[in-house]
C-alpha cells in the first residue's frame, strides 16, 4: 500500500480513506436520526427527483513530480447511491459534463463527492480532494477540501435540478434513473499475449442498468450448494485463498484506468458499437471486423452490489484458469440479481445472415440464458430478465432461454459456425486453452503478487 515514491501521498491517502468513511457514517447517522425524528412526530419527508450535472473543475494539484493529473471522481447520495465518473487524462481542468438522474430522494439528503488522481499500478489512487452539498437545485461552485480539511484543491462546479417525486415514492427510495452508460476495461498489458489477434478476449463491460428494483424488487440468486466448483469457492477453509485469487482477478479486470472506454446508451447503434469488433488472420492477411457485429457468445451477471450488468466473452482464454467466470465477474458475491451466457444474432438467425448485408440493415436480437452452474438462476425469472434489458437496450428484440432448450443449442451453434467460417476465429477461441505464448489472468496477479 505504501508508495515508496510519494510517501507523504500514501499517508495522505490513508488518512482520508478513514477520515472518508467516518464522515459517510455521520452522514447516514444523521439521516436516520432525521428518519426516525419525522416517523415519530408524522411527519412526511418531501422526496425529489433529481438531476445531477458534474460539469468540471479547476485549480487541481498536480499529483506526481512529474506531469498532470488524471483525475476521476466517487460521488454519493447519503452512501445509499454511488456514481463513478470518467477518468481524464493528464488536466488539472477535467471537464466531465456527465449526468446522474436519481429519483426519489428525500430533499434531507447530502451528496458526497470524492476525488482521486488515476495512478496505474498503485494499490490505491492518489487523494485529491472531497466535498459535501446539498441537493437543493440550482448551480453550484463548491471548493475541494484536501488532507484533514486543510487545504483548498481547487473548485468543483456542478448543476442539480429537482422536480416533486410521485406519489408511493419513498417505497423505493434512491432509485437510479439513467443515463444507461457503460465502461469497457482492458486487462491487456504489454507482452501478454505474443501473438494476438484480438484485443476484445481481453475486454470486460460494465453496464449501469436502470430499472432492477422495480423490476426484481428483493429477488436474488444465491451461489449453487450442489455445484462443486461454487462449494470450492464458497465453502469450506480452503474457500478463503480461492475467493481471494478470483477477487484479485475481478481488481484487474475492472480497473479504472485512463484508457477505459465510456458511452451513454440511448439507441440501438450505440449498443450494436459494444458488440462491434475483432481481428483475425485471413488466407490474405490481417483483417479487421471492427465495423461488424461479432458473432460470440457472452458471460454475463447482473450485480446484486450495484444493479451492474457486467460481462465478457465466453470463449476468451484469458480466463481458463478460473473455475467460475461468473463468480470473477461478481466479485465471488454470494448471491446475484442473475447470471447466465447471453448473444447477439441476426432476426432469422446467424444461419440466415450474409456479410453483404450491412448490420444497420438488419433487425438484431439478444438471447440471454441462465446458464450458471455458480448461481443457477430460477428459469421461471428469464421473462424479468427480458423486461429490463428492453428497457435499457432501446432497439432491440430480447429473446430467453432456458440452458437446456434445445432452440438455445441451435442458436448458439449457429453463432459459433458463423465466426468459424466467415469471421475467421478459430476452435480455439471456442474452447479455450492456453497456449504457448499466452499469460492469462490467473498468470498475472501470480506475477503481481510476488512482485
Known amino acids: 500500500m505504501f508508495d515508496l515514491k510519494n510517501p507523504m ?13 467516518a464522515q459517510m457514517v455521520k452522514v447516514a447517522a444523521h439521516s436516520q436520526r432525521i428518519k426516525v425524528a419525522t416517523d ?4 412526511r419527508i418531501k422526496h425529489v427527483d433529481l438531476v445531477i450535472q458534474f460539469i468540471g473543475a479547476s485549480g487541481i494539484p498536480r499529483m506526481d513530480l512529474v506531469g498532470s493529473a488524471d483525475p476521476y471522481f466517487v460521488a454519493k447520495l447519503d452512501d445509499k447511491l454511488s456514481y463513478v465518473s470518467s477518468v481524464k487524462p493528464g488536466t488539472q481542468s477535467p471537464v466531465w459534463n456527465e449526468i446522474w438522474r436519481v429519483k426519489n430522494v428525500p430533499v434531507s439528503a447530502t451528496l458526497f463527492v470524492l476525488l482521486r488522481d488515476k495512478d496505474i499500478g498503485a494499490t490505491v489512487d492518489d487523494y485529491i480532494g472531497k466535498f459535501y452539498t446539498s441537493v437543493s437545485p440550482g448551480p453550484k461552485e463548491v471548493e475541494i477540501q484536501g488532507p ?7 473548485t468543483f462546479w456542478l448543476k442539480i435540478e429537482s422536480s416533486p417525486s410521485s406519489e408511493g415514492s419513498e417505497r423505493l427510495p434512491y432509485l437510479f434513473d439513467g443515463p444507461v452508460h457503460y465502461s ?7 507482452g501478454a499475449l505474443a501473438n494476438l489477434r484480438d ?27 450442489s455445484h462443486k466448483a461454487a462449494q470450492a469457492i464458497f465453502q469450506g477453509p480452503a474457500s478463503i485463498a480461492v475467493r481471494s485469487g478470483i477477487q484479485a482477478g475481478h481488481r484487474m479486470l475492472y480497473a479504472r484506468t485512463i484508457t477505459n472506454g465510456f458511452g451513454v446508451i440511448s439507441n440501438r447503434d450505440e449498443v450494436l458499437s459494444m458488440m462491434c469488433g475483432g481481428v483475425h488472420a485471413a488466407s490474405d492477411g490481417s483483417k479487421s471486423y471492427a465495423h461488424r457485429v461479432k458473432p460470440a457468445v457472452y458471460t454475463y451477471v447482473i450485480s446484486a452490489n450495484d444493479d451492474t450488468l457486467r460481462f465478457s466473452e465466453t470463449g476468451a482464454a484469458f480466463f481458463v484458469d478460473f473455475a467460475s467466470k461468473h463468480a470473477l465477474h461478481s466479485n465471488c458475491a454470494e448471491s446475484v440479481r442473475y447470471g447466465g451466457e447471453f448473444h447477439p444474432r441476426p432476426v432469422g438467425g446467424w444461419q440466415n445472415f450474409s456479410d453483404d448485408v450491412p448490420d444497420a440493415a438488419v433487425g438484431w436480437e439478444l438471447v440471454f440464458d441462465n446458464n450458471s ?10 421473462p424479468k430478465v427480458k423486461e429490463i434489458m428492453e428497457f435499457n437496450f432501446p432497439g432491440f428484440n430480447v429473446v430467453v432461454h432456458s440452458h437446456d432448450e434445445a432452440a438455445l443449442k441451435m442458436s448458439v451453434e449457429a453463432c459459433r459456425a458463423y465466426a468459424l467460417s466467415k469471421r475467421g476465429v478459430t476452435e480455439h477461441e471456442l474452447q479455450p486453452h492456453a497456449a504457448e505464448g499466452e499469460e492469462t489472468l490467473s498468470c498475472q496477479i501470480k506475477k503481481r503478487a510476488s512482485s
Open 9 to 21: 501521498q500514501c499517508v495522505a491517502n490513508i488518512v482520508e480513506r478513514a477520515h472518508a468513511s
Open 184 to 190: 469497457s476495461h482492458s486487462s491487456l498489458t504489454v
Open 373 to 382: 452452474g455458480t448461481y443457477a438462476p430460477n428459469a421461471g425469472l428469464l
Open 40 to 43: 415519530q412526530l408524522g411527519i
Open 148 to 154: 484533514m480539511n486543510m487545504q483548498n484543491r481547487g
Open 199 to 225: 484485443t476484445r478476449l481481453y475486454r470486460t463491460w460494465k453496464v449501469y442498468i436502470k430499472g432492477v428494483p422495480e423490476i426484481f424488487g428483493d429477488l436474488v440468486q444465491s451461489w449453487n450448494r
